[in-house]
């Protein structure tokens, strides 16, 4: 009974969260060695990662991801999950159709108990749906206060 109120409370935090989304699946071109910009035959480089900085700690409250415009970017790609390998099964956060260059939500301290750890990364895509190289990946860790 435990079992299945955990995966049902895990569930409800899901999809209420406005960031949940259905995984969609897309070819993309793995990103460079972290600190390093790739281009593409796209014409498309990664972006740089903004804020939060890079294995910051964060309690509850609204978060903003921000990084660098792309020339040639018509929308971003951004990924969050639990991990650096974002598959599908445990991406959190994933949206396809950003069209600036900062996203934000909120983080309640639900969701912190079952997320401490955010893995976070973004691509640029072109207006003709070619896709540029991944961002260096950040962590966000999250405490409860």
């Known amino acids: 009974m ?24 897309k070819s993309a071109v793995p990103a ?11 014409g498309l480089t990664a972006p740089t990662l903004l804020t939060p900085a890079n294995n910051v700690t964060l309690h509850p409250g609204n978060v903003t991801w ?8 018509a929308r971003y790609h951004i990924q969050a999950g639990n ?12 949206y396809w159709d950003l069209t600036t260059t900062s996203w934000s939500f909120n983080v309640s301290s639900g969701f912190i108990f079952y997320f401490p750890h ?18 260096a990946v950040h962590v966000i860790n999250f405490v409860s206060p």
Do not use: C, H
């Open 66 to 73: 921000s990084w660098t415009a792309v020339p040639g970017a």
């Open 83 to 94: 991990g650096t390998a974002f598959d599908q099964q445990f991406n959190i956060i994933e």
């Open 2 to 25: 435990k079992r299945i109120f955990v995966i049902l409370t895990t569930m409800a935090l899901m999809l209420s969260m406005t960031a949940f989304v259905p995984y969609v699946a």
């Open 118 to 135: 955010l893995y976070w990364r973004v691509q640029a895509i072109s207006a003709n749906n070619t896709y540029g190289p991944w961002s």
């Open 32 to 42: 460079g060695p972290s600190g390093t910009t790739t281009t593409t035959s796209t």
